[in-house]
C-alpha cells in the first residue's frame, strides 16, 4: 500500500477549498444573503466584519484539505477517480454540513429553512470540490 501524499493533498486539498469558499460565496452572500443578514441583526450580532468572513475562508480551505485527506485515505479501496471523488465529498458532506445542520436545527440556533437550503448546497458543493481536488493528487512513490 503507497502512502498518501502529504503535499498534493495539501495542494488538492487547497483547491477543494476554493471550490468551497467560491460555493459557499454563491450561497450564503448571493441567495441567502439578505435572509442571514436578517437573522444575525435578529440575534444581535450585526453584520460579520473581516476577521469574521477570513475565518470563513480558512474554515472552507481546511475543509477542502481535509476532503482531499478522505480522498487519498479511501482510494487504495474504491480506486482513483471520479467515483472515489464523489464518495469523499458525500462522506465530508454527512459529516461537516448534514450532521451539523441537523444539530443546529435541533438546538433551535437558526432557521430551519436555511440550514436545509445551505446543506441541500452542500450536497452538489462537496463532491464538486472533491472532484477538483482529487484531479490534483496523485500517490506517492514510496511504497
Same mark, same amino acid.
Given at each position: 500500500?503507497?502512502?498518501?501524499?502529504?503535499?498534493?493533498?495539501?495542494?488538492?486539498?487547497?483547491?477543494?477549498?476554493?471550490?468551497?469558499?467560491?460555493?459557499?460565496?454563491?450561497?450564503?452572500?448571493?441567495?441567502?444573503?439578505?435572509?442571514?443578514?436578517?437573522?444575525?441583526?435578529? /440575534? +444581535?450580532?450585526?453584520?460579520?466584519? $473581516?476577521?469574521?468572513?477570513?475565518?470563513?475562508?480558512? #474554515? &472552507?480551505?481546511?475543509? %477542502?484539505?481535509?476532503?482531499?485527506?478522505?480522498?487519498?485515505?479511501?482510494?487504495?479501496?474504491?480506486?482513483?477517480?471520479?467515483?472515489?471523488?464523489?464518495?469523499?465529498?458525500?462522506?465530508?458532506?454527512?459529516?461537516?454540513?448534514?450532521?451539523?445542520?441537523?444539530?443546529?436545527?435541533?438546538?433551535?440556533?437558526?432557521? /430551519? +429553512?436555511?440550514?436545509?437550503?445551505? $446543506?441541500?448546497?452542500?450536497?452538489?458543493?462537496?463532491? #464538486? &470540490?472533491?472532484?477538483? %481536488?482529487?484531479?490534483?493528487?496523485?500517490?506517492?512513490?514510496?511504497?
Amino acid at each position: 500500500m503507497r502512502n498518501i501524499n502529504i503535499t498534493r493533498v495539501l495542494l488538492g486539498g487547497l483547491l477543494a477549498g476554493l471550490v468551497i469558499c467560491f460555493g459557499e460565496y454563491i450561497v450564503g452572500w448571493l441567495i441567502l444573503g439578505e435572509q442571514w443578514a436578517e437573522v444575525l441583526a435578529e /440575534a +444581535g450580532t450585526g453584520e460579520l466584519g $473581516a476577521a469574521q468572513i477570513a475565518s470563513f475562508a480558512i #474554515i &472552507a480551505l481546511l475543509y %477542502g484539505i481535509a476532503l482531499i485527506w478522505i480522498y487519498a485515505a479511501i482510494r487504495p479501496r474504491f480506486g482513483p477517480g471520479l467515483k472515489t471523488a464523489i464518495i469523499a465529498g458525500l462522506t465530508m458532506w454527512v459529516v461537516a454540513y448534514f450532521l451539523v445542520c441537523a444539530y443546529v436545527i435541533v438546538i433551535g440556533v437558526y432557521p /430551519a +429553512g436555511l440550514l436545509i437550503v445551505a $446543506a441541500v448546497w452542500g450536497l452538489f458543493e462537496l463532491p #464538486i &470540490a472533491a472532484v477538483a %481536488g482529487a484531479w490534483l493528487y496523485q500517490e506517492s512513490d514510496a511504497a
